[in-house]
């Protein structure tokens, strides 16, 4: 299993982009579904969270501006970023908890490479 994320790139302050991943492979079951974020020189953050039952979770610092969603057929979550300001610039990570194969005790975790996401003017 590999998670594939797309989307980042740059924009305006107050613009907006949409990230992606996805999960190659087949799967049993996937638990939660994250994003994180890491500017230079701080810990990485997470910053959405979402589990296999609908429950979502926004940071206090992008809520109501950024949202997350999933599809677990299609074994992909996005997170919509609007009103995107230049402290959201950071490399943006995926996570997906993942019960891969029905003979496993625990499910894994994966992570997408990172996508870059910078907001400049």
């Known amino acids: 299993v590999q998670l594939q994320a797309s989307g980042g790139g740059s924009a305006q302050p107050g613009g907006s982009l949409r990230l992606s991943c996805a999960a190659s492979g087949s799967v049993v079951s996937i638990n939660a579904m994250s994003w994180f974020r890491q500017s230079p020189g701080q810990e990485r953050e997470l910053i959405a969270d979402?589990?296999?039952?609908?429950?979502?979770r926004v940071a206090d610092s992008v809520r109501g501006r950024f949202t997350i969603s999933r599809d677990n057929a299609k074994k992909t979550q996005w997170l919509q970023m609007n009103d995107l300001k230049p402290e959201d610039t950071a490399v943006y990570y995926c996570?997906?908890?993942?019960?891969?194969?029905?003979?496993?005790?625990?499910?894994?975790?994966?992570w997408g490479q990172g996508t870059q996401v910078t907001v400049s003017s």
């Open positions: 979402s589990t296999r039952y609908g429950v979502l």
């Open positions: 996570y997906m908890n993942i019960w891969v194969d029905p003979s496993d005790s625990i499910a894994q975790d994966f």
